[in-house]
């Protein structure tokens, strides 16, 4: 079985680093006044892009699972 280092690192280093960076974009957009959230259709993809984050770290999250243990 793979060491935490081999399985789990880069896990965590891809959706906490590139998590950082996808939240900051998000903060800079919503401050400088990019998106209108009063606006039906930013706030939708608004909702898309934040799901489609979750999405994939929920994806990847069983794919290492499904790698490691079954």
């Given at each position: 079985?793979?060491?935490?280092?081999?399985?789990?690192?880069p896990?965590?280093?891809?959706?906490?680093?590139?998590?950082?960076?996808?939240?900051?974009?998000?903060?800079i957009?919503?401050?400088?006044?990019?998106?209108?959230?009063?606006?039906?259709?930013?706030?939708?993809?608004?909702?898309?892009?934040?799901?489609?984050?979750?999405?994939?770290?929920?994806?990847?999250?069983?794919v290492?699972?499904?790698?490691?243990?079954?």
């Open positions: 079985m793979p060491s935490f280092f081999d399985a789990w690192l896990f965590i280093y891809l959706y906490g680093v590139g998590g950082i960076f996808f939240f900051s974009g998000i903060i957009i919503k401050k400088s006044g990019a998106i209108n959230l009063s606006k039906k259709r930013n706030k939708f993809w608004l909702r898309v892009m934040l799901f489609g984050f979750f999405y994939f770290v929920a994806l990847h999250f069983l290492n699972i499904a790698a490691l243990y079954f």
